[in-house]
């Protein structure tokens, strides 16, 4: 079975400044690695995905993303915040079997301070 | 294009009152489809999924409910509401992309019990 560690409930920001939001994963299988974005009263929408391939993923909104086998790890991150990036980031994991379940975490709240 | 559609978005129940969320699919089809509950610093917990008409799986015992009745349809159910069913529930759909199981989400539907 996969777990899934975010390290931080809430991270506060100054706007322009980087961010990284930590998310580490146990699995004995090999995984697909995802990151949402939730903005307030709304559904999670897809900010990117490592499927296989390079392990820096792009996502949207400026967002990127390493897979680090060895350290289990999957952190997001992104060089300049903006006021808009004010939300809650849920990193997910599934195994690669297709009927298999998606594990959240408990999510990172984003603040981002003027 | 694909469009999932939840709802109502906001329902405040007595305790003990009787319970139906709906949500649909439109634009795919044979869908896996997903009913997810957020509480407050919890995360997201998966509570049922289906990969078929007719087939649902329960992750968790709870007083809740789920059935599919078409295929893209997905409705979540209880006969009597608990003070505990508070939250903010969220509708999925996912077909595979290059393997992996891509969620995408509802708006969600926040349920008050009081």
């Known amino acids: 079975a996969q777990s899934v560690t975010q390290l931080d409930s809430q991270v506060p920001v100054f706007e322009e400044a980087p961010v990284e939001l930590r998310c580490n994963y146990s699995s004995s299988v090999s995984v697909y690695l995802f990151w949402y974005v939730q903005y307030p009263n709304q559904g999670l929408q897809l900010l990117l995905k490592?499927?296989?391939?390079?392990?820096l993923v792009k996502g949207i909104n400026g967002f990127e993303a390493e897979f680090n086998k060895s350290q289990t790890s999957f952190h997001l991150r992104k060089p300049s915040v903006h006021i808009s990036d004010t939300a809650e980031y849920f990193c997910a994991v599934s195994s690669m079997n297709r009927d298999d379940k998606i594990i959240f975490g408990k999510g990172t709240r984003l603040h981002i301070l003027p | 294009s694909q469009t999932i559609h939840q709802w109502p978005a906001t329902l405040v129940q007595p305790v003990g009152s009787p319970l139906s969320l709906e949500c649909t699919v439109e634009g795919t089809s044979n869908p896996n489809l997903y009913w997810y509950r957020q509480a407050a610093g919890r995360g997201l917990q998966l509570l049922f999924y289906s990969v078929g008409i007719g087939q649902i799986s329960s992750e968790v015992p709870q007083n809740l409910s789920a059935s599919r009745p078409q295929d893209r349809q997905f409705i979540l159910s209880s006969k009597k509401l608990l003070l505990s069913d508070s939250g903010f529930y969220l509708c999925a759909w996912s077909v595979p992309v290059g393997g992996a199981n891509v969620l995408t989400f509802g708006a969600g539907s926040r349920l008050t019990v009081l």
């Open positions: 490592y499927l296989s391939g390079s392990t």
